[in-house]
């Protein structure tokens, strides 16, 4: 099972940025597809945004398209999240995930073994 760790959340005013990362502890990261969800409080963990292992095919979720980007830096191990002009529905705890290939349904959270503990980000108006 991969350890993935996030770090980056905090508070911020709408249309502020903010980056989060996602260190992994295995040697095979550059192997994995690496992805973000997001769950705000009394809804269901929602899919962000998902990235291949080369870096060269990104996914996102319609609500983040244009605003969002997914990165990674295979030789550091670590995925990230830029997030810009963020609004109040972007609140929430964000979890990186990883697997070992690409899925089809990679917006599925159960399609994901393994996950961090999340960090918040709390957008205010």
């Known amino acids: 099972q991969t350890q993935l760790v996030e770090s980056g959340g905090g508070s911020v005013q709408a249309g502020d940025s903010l980056k989060l990362s996602c260190a992994a502890s295995t040697r095979w990261f550059p192997n994995l597809f690496m992805g973000w969800f997001r769950q705000a409080p009394g809804k269901e963990r929602q899919f962000v945004a998902a990235i291949s292992w080369s870096g060269q095919t990104t996914y996102y979720a319609d609500a983040v398209k244009g605003r969002f980007n997914i990165s990674r830096d295979n030789a550091r191990s670590t995925a990230y999240l830029q997030m810009n002009s963020l609004q109040p529905d972007d609140t929430a705890l964000y979890f990186c995930?990883?697997?070992?290939?690409?899925?089809?349904?990679?917006?599925?959270?159960?399609?994901?073994?393994?996950w961090g503990q999340g960090t918040q980000v709390t957008v205010a108006s």
């Open positions: 995930s990883a697997r070992q290939h690409f899925t089809p349904t990679y917006s599925t959270p159960t399609e994901w073994p393994d």
